[in-house]
């Protein structure tokens, strides 16, 4: 079966462009996160989704971030405008509904100039 | 805010020693993970505890959930360089957000052949 699939799995932007960060949950799962990852301040909980609906966003540190899932099969992660500090690892994760037991896609590292 | 602090944060031991890594919070969990993750790659799920006290055995690995439900330990036998990552303890909640998990910062492992 394939896992969770992340793209593009490498991004490299410039300041002020806009990128836009794509997941497809494993199918029949029906809870989609998504996660940043730095050195720093380590993996963070950016928003997740429950049968497409977002329920928790308050770890999306700025307007600049915005994520949607039209569908139980897709889902996007869009910073706009994209700052250096953004520069991270950015994981998309999915579960069925009983907490834990994510499966974590292979990530997208992304950097800012 | 749930916060999990794992200890130590990186630890370098040779081949066929053991060692074990800590997860501590204030907070009550009703489950607890951990994950490994390698390189490159996203967290890998290793197991779930659910009841205080329990223990459970993966290989070399054995997994420890406190009576309390607040903290977990994580104890390798015999390491093995295969065995080199970060290992992430992730806690569930079972109130509010209940399908979301609380990452403790990690540790590093390098075990050295």
């Known amino acids: 079966d394939a896992g969770v699939i992340q793209s593009p799995r490498h991004e490299v932007t410039e300041m002020g462009q806009e990128v836009t960060l794509r997941c497809k949950p494993i199918?029949?799962?029906?809870?989609l996160f998504w996660y940043r990852q730095t050195m720093m301040r380590g993996l963070e909980l950016l928003i997740y989704?429950?049968?497409?609906?977002?329920?928790?966003d308050s770890g999306m540190p700025e307007d600049r971030f915005s994520a949607k899932m039209p569908n139980a099969s897709f889902s996007t992660l869009k910073i706009q405008p994209s700052e250096p500090r953004d520069s991270a690892v950015y994981f998309c994760?999915?579960?069925?509904?009983?907490?834990?037991?994510?499966?974590f896609g292979p990530g997208t590292r992304l950097t800012v100039l | 805010t749930q916060l999990l602090e794992q200890s130590p944060q990186f630890l370098s031991i040779q081949e066929g020693e053991n060692l074990t890594v800590y997860c501590n919070s204030s907070?009550?969990?009703?489950?607890l993970q951990w994950y490994r993750q390698e390189p490159g790659e996203g967290p890998v799920l290793l197991v779930t505890v659910v009841t205080g006290g329990e223990v459970k055995k993966l290989k070399r690995l054995t997994f420890q959930f406190g009576d309390a439900r607040k903290d977990s330990s994580l104890h390798i036998t015999a390491a093995q360089p295969g065995d080199t990552g970060l290992y992430l303890c992730?806690?569930?909640?079972?109130?509010?957000?209940?399908?979301?998990?609380?990452f403790g910062s990690g540790t590093q492992l390098t075990v050295l052949p």
């Open positions: 989704f429950n049968n497409n609906v977002p329920i928790d």
């Open positions: 994760a999915s579960s069925h509904s009983n907490p834990g037991f994510q499966f």
């Open positions: 992730a806690g569930a909640s079972s109130s509010g957000s209940a399908r979301q998990l609380t």
């Open positions: 199918s029949g799962h029906n809870s």
């Open positions: 907070s009550v969990f009703s489950s």
